[in-house]
């Protein structure tokens, strides 16, 4: 089983690998649509995958905001939701 994969400007488009846990980002960009494409390889859900770690070495996220539960359906998380995986708390 592959345990690291690492790449420089390659897994941007078109690589799909689900089971993804952890994403370094370690490259700026201004382009929030490459952004999201780096950060989705962690995120995409998969079967048994309960969460995703991202790690941003250089600061992006505080240049492109992802959305949330919250901006995607206008309303609230409930506090008791957070054991919850996304689905069940939807």
């Not at 992006?60 to 901006?71: F, G, I, P, W």
Request: aromatic letters at 2%; hydrophobic letters at 40%; one cysteine or more.
């Amino acid at each position: 089983d592959v345990q690291v994969l690492t790449n420089c400007m390659v897994l941007t488009e078109g690589f799909d690998a689900p089971h993804t846990s952890c994403a370094v980002i370690a490259r700026p960009t201004k382009s929030p649509g490459l952004y999201v494409q780096m950060v989705g390889r962690a995120l995409r859900p998969a079967p048994g995958k309960r969460d995703a770690l991202l790690l941003d070495v250089l600061g992006a996220s505080t240049r492109h905001k992802l959305a949330s539960m919250v901006d995607l359906t206008s309303r609230e998380i409930s506090e008791h939701a957070t054991s919850k995986s996304l689905r069940e708390a939807a």
